[in-house]
């Protein structure tokens, strides 16, 4: 997704082809840069403040999670495809979503009919998706910034429906910082830092895992 907006800013399109929900979508590139760069720092560096629960800052969260989702199933489809030049990707790709949901609840990818645990090798998007599913559920718990309505109610109603969904007045009009383009620039590539120093590491921890499992999978 960081890939994505730098290549809007080198063609100068305002055009990122990013999808989501209206709260992350109708972002400007600087400011879904900062969003993401947030969003990055808050999921993988445990000395980054918490960020606050608005609209933007969950939608965005679920463009990334969507993402990925997206990613995999996509790995299905084109699953073989002898133009792939880099198959241990997907694999490594499938085992770090095993590897999330095994530390969430290694029981959740149990079926209760017998079937066999969810590998990396698995090839139906059903069991994928239930496996995003999980990971969604454990860092967020409900979708209001998917409620587009919400502030289309009169504001008596809406405060009413947010007191009673615990939502904070702020959640839906709050709006991200927008900053200049060498800032955005710099945001993007800081986060692209530390994601690239995260998989680094883990893509060390996945393949040296496979080498002990023949059955490329972290589930034993």
Request: proline share 5%; charged share 30%.
């Amino acid at each position: 997704m960081l890939e994505w907006l730098l290549n809007a800013y080198e063609l100068d399109d305002d055009y990122d082809g990013l999808m989501g929900y209206p709260a992350f979508v109708s972002q400007t590139l600087a400011q879904k840069a900062w969003t993401l760069h947030k969003i990055a720092f808050c999921l993988l560096n445990k000395e980054t403040p918490v960020f606050s629960l608005t609209a933007y800052s969950e939608a965005t969260l679920d463009a990334v999670l969507g993402n990925v989702e997206t990613l995999i199933v996509s790995d299905i489809e084109c699953s073989g495809n002898e133009d792939d030049d880099d198959p241990e990707y997907w694999y490594l790709l499938r085992r770090a979503i095993l590897a999330v949901v095994n530390i969430i609840d290694p029981e959740l990818l149990v079926e209760d009919d017998g079937t066999p645990p969810l590998t990396a090798e698995c090839s139906d998007v059903e069991r994928w998706e239930t496996a995003m599913g999980y990971i969604f559920s454990s860092i967020m718990w409900d979708k209001d910034y998917a409620d587009v309505e919400l502030e289309d109610m009169p504001p008596e109603v809406s405060k009413e429906v947010k007191n009673f969904l615990g939502i904070l007045d702020d959640y839906c009009t709050a709006i991200p910082y927008d900053p200049k383009m060498d800032e955005a620039v710099k945001l993007i590539n800081e986060a692209q830092g530390l994601c690239k120093q995260v998989i680094t590491r883990e893509e060390k921890i996945l393949r040296n895992q496979g080498k002990s499992d023949k059955s490329n999978t972290l589930f034993p």
